[in-house]
T-cell receptor
Framework: GEEVAQTPKHLVRGEGQKAKLYCAPIKGHSYVFWYQQVLKNEFKFLISFQNENVFDETGMPKERFSAKCLPNSPCSLEIQATKLEDSAVYFC????????????FGDGTRLSIL | DQQVKQNSPSLSVQEGRISILNCDYTNSMFDYFLWYKKYPAEGPTFLISISSIKDKNEDGRFTVFLNKSAKHLSLHIVPSQPGDSAVYFCAAITTSGTYKYIFGTGTRLKVLA
């Protein structure tokens, strides 16, 4: 598609439950990025993919967070055993291959942990 | 360690006047800079960018200026319109060691009619 599609728009989970977020990048874009935005502050980088391969995962809290981008499927970000501090808006972005290509963002998934 | 800083959380400007949004960075390895605009409940949208080898880039009402020696960039919007009211984020790209965007904390611009 022509837009980055993130689902669901809002996800509510009890503390300790699992949360799974999805992202369909723009067709033809090779890079996918996940960001966490807490309290409308800066975008904290989590992980990036080049096609289905992890490109950079230096921002991922590895104990509970995992992500995948499989061929012919939306990318996913999964949080196991959620904590209150995981409450945030999670944005996905995609970009074309090539240096300095602008990232195109989805509208985010608001995750609320109760 | 905030490598990209937007020190003004908010800015109000009268319609028709110039809006100037500022951004400072600390890492001299950044070689490309972008500005994004964000409306509530939407993702950021790309606005304008500038390479570190340039000092100015213009696109319609939007101009970005880069002062490498001061590690400072600014976004000028002239004339400002009510529809420009949004949160503006600057971002810097580093390709040193990896390929990553570093975002600032944003400035909320309000254009008053």
């Amino acid at each position: 598609g022509e837009e980055v599609a993130q689902t669901p728009k809002h996800l509510v989970r009890g503390e300790g439950q699992k949360a799974k977020l999805y992202c369909a990048p723009i067709k033809g874009h090779s890079y996918v990025f996940w960001y966490q935005q807490v309290l409308k502050n800066e975008f904290k980088f989590l992980i990036s993919f080049q096609n289905e391969n992890v490109f950079d995962e230096t921002g991922m809290p590895k104990e509970r967070f995992s992500a995948k981008c499989l061929p012919n499927s939306p990318c996913s970000l999964e949080i196991q055993a959620t904590k209150l501090e995981d409450s945030a808006v999670y944005f996905c972005a995609s970009s074309q291959i090539g240096k300095y290509q602008p990232q195109h963002f989805g509208d985010g998934t608001r995750l609320s942990i109760l | 360690d905030q490598q990209v800083k937007q020190n003004s959380p908010s800015l109000s400007v009268q319609e028709g006047r110039i809006s100037i949004l500022n951004c400072d960075y600390t890492n001299s390895m950044f070689d490309y800079f972008l500005w994004y605009k964000k409306y509530p409940a939407e993702g950021p949208t790309f606005l304008i960018s500038i390479s570190s080898i340039k000092d100015k880039n213009e696109d319609g009402r939007f101009t970005v200026f880069l002062n490498k020696s001061a590690k400072h960039l600014s976004l000028h919007i002239v004339p400002s319109q009510p529809g420009d009211s949004a949160v503006y984020f600057c971002a810097a790209i580093t390709t040193s060691g990896t390929y990553k965007y570093i975002f600032g904390t944003g400035t909320r611009l309000k254009v008053l009619a």
